[in-house]
Each structure stands twice: as C-alpha cells, then as structure tokens.
C-alpha cells in the first residue's frame, strides 16, 4: 500500500480542492484563500500561487520564518458517481513567508514550511513527519486517475462488475438486482472498487506488481479481468 507519506504528497500535488487556512485573518473568504497552483521544492516545501492582492499573499508579505502559521486543507472527492463520494482530507500545516519574483504578474507565490501533516482517507488515519513528506513522490497514476477512472466506469462497467468473482464469498452480496460496481480509485499498487447495492463496500483489486506508468496498468487491469472471467 500507499504510504502515508506519498498518499499526502500525491493529494497536495493533485487537482484536489483546497484552502489555505490563517489563524487569525479575518474577513478573507474562502474562495479567496483557494490557490491557483500548488508545487512542492526541492526542500519539501510547498509553493501556493493567489492572485496579487489575495489575503494570504498580503499577509506573508512581511512574515519571517515562524510567525504565520497556516494549514493548507486538501479534500479529495471521488471522479466518479458513488455513494459516499469524498475519497479523503489531507491537512499540512506549517509557516508561510513571501516568495518574491516566482510568480507572473497579477501573481503572488507564497511558501508553506512543513510542520506537519496528516492524512485521513480510505487506507485510514495517519500523521507524516517533515522529513517524510519531503522524501515521498506523488503517485506516478495519480495525474491521469480520474479520466482513467471514468473511462473504466463508462467503457469497462460489465468488467468491473465480474471483478466480484474474485471475492469468494463476500462476492454474493456485490450481485443481483440493484447492485453496481463503481471503480472509486487507483494507484500503482491496485484499484478499490465500491459495490453498491443492498449492502455498500470496497474491495481492494492488487496489482501483481506495482506499476509505473500506462503500458503497464493496461497489463495489470487486463490481468484482473482475465482472472475474474476465468
């Protein structure tokens, strides 16, 4: 599985929603707060581009080292119609300073120094330490995830839905009238499918083997419904 190191990283560097939270700054809206790119240095440090004249860019103009605190808030919701559709939340907090001449004009580009983080989402609940979020890479699928997702829950459904075969028992609730199987996310280690129905629950489809790009995910996703056909 995922660690919780790279499950952060790969959500900060996604195109999830997400809100940079400042304690204490007042009459800023969220959607004023919400950055235009994300990007994580060399450091592990996180680079937020707002507009010019945001909250948070005026606000770090003058800090130095730690005196803004600020969280930046991540939701990840699932690509795909499914009951119960927020895959996850990440949360890094840390201190934010101005990043002069990074930004194009109209721009403004702020750096939050990790403190820490934490991640809670369908692997579970766990904290990550600096030094780990700084180590971690984004999953190599993570960019291409949600149109990959949808073109298995539009071109490949009857597929998806045979992958119950491989449960055994536990496969009897994910058939019949009413059911639907819905491929809800994927990485390089395998893909979570959620059946719905009378009864609603993932089940987890591993790969043979990790994989690192496209060629080899349409071998493994092959593999697996090979195996359910069989």
Request: charged share 25%.
């Amino acid at each position: 599985m995922p660690s919780a190191a790279e499950r952060t990283r790969t959500l900060v560097q996604s195109t999830c929603s997400a809100v940079l939270i400042i304690p204490g700054l007042n009459g800023a809206g969220a959607q004023q707060l919400v950055p235009d790119e994300r990007t994580v240095d060399a450091d592990g440090d996180i680079l937020l581009v707002f507009p010019a004249d945001s909250p948070a860019v005026r606000a770090a103009r003058y800090a130095q080292d730690d005196e803004l605190s600020a969280v930046l808030e991540i939701t990840d919701v699932a690509p795909v119609s499914v009951p119960h559709r927020i895959r996850g939340r990440g949360w890094v907090s840390g201190w934010l300073t101005r990043v002069p001449g990074r930004a194009v004009p109209g721009r403004g580009t702020v750096r939050l120094e990790v403190g820490e983080a934490s991640v809670d989402d369908l692997w579970g609940a766990d904290s990550v330490e600096p030094e780990e979020f700084a180590a971690a890479v984004p999953d190599p699928l993570a960019e291409h995830e949600a149109e990959l997702l949808q073109h298995l829950h539009a071109a490949h459904s009857a597929e998806v839905q045979r992958l119950c075969g491989l449960l055994g028992e536990r496969g009897d609730a994910a058939t019949g009238a009413g059911t639907a199987a819905v491929p809800v996310a994927l990485d390089r280690f395998g893909l979570r499918v959620r059946f719905t129905g009378v009864r609603c629950f993932d089940a987890r489809f591993d790969f043979p083997e990790p994989v690192s790009g496209m060629t080899g995910l349409r071998r493994a996703v092959h593999t697996l419904f090979d195996a359910a056909a069989s």
